[in-house]
């Protein structure tokens, strides 16, 4: 490793935090974790399993029977929210350091990270003091209110694109709606969520209402969602793994919330302003190193304009600048892991077979060794073809063209997934209609992904199970108990009489 590369501050090993406290593992198990630029060991992180998790949820558990969390009024809980995501903007040049550095994220794209997550709990916290629930009247008979409630111990399971913030996502709506939590990170990248235990201890955030529990996804992980007093799982990851968790949490009936995979369409007509299309393009699947559910990682262009937005595409995507994820400069960094490396140079490998490379393919020259990938172009890709449908999860794009419309929706919509779409058209009619008709949770037109967290996020088909954003998470993290008042004497038949 070489030694100017590693920021100060950064702490050996990491362990879990549970009732207030930093503990090992039970067994005192640990596992190692590297960074993607020399694919180096730099820390030892405590291995959750059964035992451990047993602990966070019990501590959970306390903090919420037992504790005031849950029955704070809401103005009380968002002063803490709001002291949360003061402190989170604190942090903002420690956590992007430690994010490049244990990702591989670009700094100039981790720099941001904080601000986002910070915005999470200032958002959540305004979103608890206006809430009005539902109140319906059946004259002279009946007053029916919605009681509103926290539903208990939430699990949330994270991945490691853009770790901290990921996380800040189920944190805030979780806390906020009062419920307590434990919390299990990607094991590719636990360093930024060691972060959170002082964040929420300086906020005043009571202990045991936020564990947290490194591990594996199959010890951990697993032993969250199976477990009995953990009244839901929120997940963002894989869809195989959304798959599984859905079979593991059926024996004891949890909510899900499942936020999967990606592989969606950028479609670009005629009439599109090629620039920014391009612009856009080029930044929607190669920005985050391409690690990126959102990612516009096929593209569908209009025939009359094929040649020349692939000729562009092309011209800008070889300039991207691939390099040290530290450096200013840098605009693609190394991928998170040697496993996930080798999975996207992988899939490249089957794009030669199946679809004309026009740009990169390989390891960018200079760097030879560390995580790295050039920005790689397929162009006249089929529908058929893997790298058409299948997600990479890398700086990999598949451009295709079309003719009509329908074919354009026909590509669009014949893959697995729907998570998000971007169409490009100046024509107003057939952005909001072909957009539409997209199989896909969210769709931008004339943009990428630039959202406002009050709207819906989620996807449909593979994608995903349920909508997360605005009012809708808080839906998810309470429960709505039906209050019904009589005002009258009601006819009640008289058995037995
Ligand atoms: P992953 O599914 O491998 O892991 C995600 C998390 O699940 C990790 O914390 C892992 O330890 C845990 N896990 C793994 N197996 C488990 C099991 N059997 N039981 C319980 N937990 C388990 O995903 P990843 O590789 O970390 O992340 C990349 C994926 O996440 C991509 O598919 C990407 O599209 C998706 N993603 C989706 C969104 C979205 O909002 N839709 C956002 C970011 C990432």
């Given at each position: 490793?070489?030694?100017?590369h ?45 035992a ?56 100039t ?22 809430q009005?629930?539902d ?12 009681h ?6 939430a ?44 964040i ?102 209009e ?13 800008r ?15 693609v ?105 997209i ?14 967290l ?44």
């Amino acid at each position: 490793m070489t030694h100017q590369h590693v920021p100060q501050n950064l702490p050996k090993r990491i362990q879990h935090f549970i009732d207030g406290e930093f503990v090992d593992s039970v067994d005192g198990a640990t596992f190692d974790v590297l960074e993607p630029v020399s694919n180096q060991n730099y820390l030892e992180a405590a291995a959750g399993k059964q035992a451990d998790v047993d602990r966070a949820v019990a501590a959970a558990r306390r903090a919420f029977d037992e504790g005031p969390w849950p029955r704070m009024l809401p103005r009380e809980r968002a002063r803490v929210l709001n002291r949360i995501a003061d402190i989170v903007e604190t942090r903002n040049e420690r956590l992007a350091e430690w994010e490049t550095f244990d990702s591989g994220l670009p700094i100039t794209q981790a720099l941001g990270q904080a601000k986002r997550a910070a915005e999470n709990f200032r958002f959540f916290a305004d979103l608890i003091v206006a809430q009005s629930d539902d109140v319906y009247q059946v004259p002279g008979k009946q007053v029916n209110y919605v009681h509103r409630k926290p539903k208990g111990v939430a699990g949330l399971i994270t991945p490691w694109n853009t770790p901290f913030m990921l996380e800040s996502w189920k944190l805030a709506p979780a806390l906020a709606s009062g419920c307590t939590v434990v919390l299990k990170p990607a094991e590719f990248t636990p360093l930024s969520a060691s972060l959170w235990p002082e964040i929420f201890r300086e906020a005043g955030v009571p202990d045991g209402v936020f564990n947290l529990v490194h591990g594996i996804g199959e010890e951990a992980g697993d032993a969250l969602v199976k477990h009995e007093d953990v009244q839901l799982i929120s997940f963002t990851g894989e869809s195989a793994t959304g798959k599984l968790i859905f079979a593991n949490a059926a024996p004891t009936l949890k909510a899900l919330s499942m936020e999967l995979g990606g592989k969606s369409p950028a479609v670009v007509f005629a009439d599109a302003d090629l620039d920014a299309a391009i612009d856009s393009t080029v930044f929607g699947v190669f920005s985050l190193n391409g690690e990126r559910c959102t990612a516009g990682s096929r593209i569908l262009v209009e025939r009359p304009i094929y040649d020349e937005f692939v000729r562009r595409y092309v011209e800008r995507a070889k300039n991207v600048k691939v390099g040290d994820p530290r450096d200013p400069a840098t605009e693609v960094g190394a991928l998170v892991h040697p496993e996930h490396h080798e999975k996207v140079v992988s899939y490249i490998e089957i794009g030669k077979t199946e679809a004309t490379l026009a740009a990169g393919g390989g390891r960018p020259k200079g760097l030879e060794t560390g995580n790295y990938v050039e920005p790689t172009v397929f162009i006249d890709v089929p529908p058929t073809a893997r790298i058409f449908q299948e997600e990479i999860f890398g700086p990999v794009v598949a451009i295709t063209p079309f003719d009509t419309e329908e074919e354009a929706l026909r590509l669009a919509n014949d893959v697995k997934y729907g998570l998000a779409a971007y169409v490009w058209t100046s024509n107003l009619e057939r952005a909001h209609t072909f957009g539409q008709r997209i199989e896909a949770g969210m769709v931008w037109l004339n943009s990428h992904n630039v959202r406002d967290l009050r709207t819906p996020f989620g996807g449909v088909k593979a994608s995903g199970l349920g909508h997360e954003g605005g009012y809708r998470s808080l839906d998810f993290y309470s429960d709505q108990q039906a209050m019904h008042i009589t005002l009258a004497p009601v006819h009640t038949p008289k058995f037995g009489a």
